[in-house]
């Protein structure tokens, strides 16, 4: 049974001249290799971190929305970990998408 997740991703793209669009690329073929079928991503930019706890002090925040298999979390987990482009990765299960139904009302 498939459902939906949101991955926000913390790329490191200090000193990479590709920067973050070629990452976020790359990183959708990825999702797309492990089963994932993406919905949306957002591009948050740049953002300093609240505190600093390890090597870097800001990253460029992206967040993929997408649809898979309970499976596929852990597939990208193992896959992103070993990926020096992502920082920090946090997954979440999200609600159904909602059908709306345009209900055409008729004349009497």
């Given at each position: 049974m498939k459902r939906r997740y949101e991955a926000l991703l913390v790329l490191d793209t200090k000193g990479k001249?590709?920067?973050?669009?070629?990452?976020?690329?790359?990183?959708?073929?990825?999702?797309?290799?492990?089963?994932a079928a993406i919905e949306q991503i957002q591009r948050m930019e740049t953002k300093p971190f609240s505190y600093v706890a390890g090597a870097l002090n800001h990253g460029y925040f992206a967040n993929f929305i997408f649809e898979g298999e309970p499976t596929v979390i852990e597939k990208l987990k193992t896959k992103l970990k070993f990926d020096t482009d992502v920082y920090r990765q946090h997954y979440q299960v999200l609600a159904p998408k909602k059908v709306v139904s345009k209900k055409v009302a008729s004349k009497s």
């Open positions: 001249e590709d920067g973050a669009k070629e990452i976020i690329e790359r990183l959708e073929k990825d999702f797309a290799t492990e089963g």
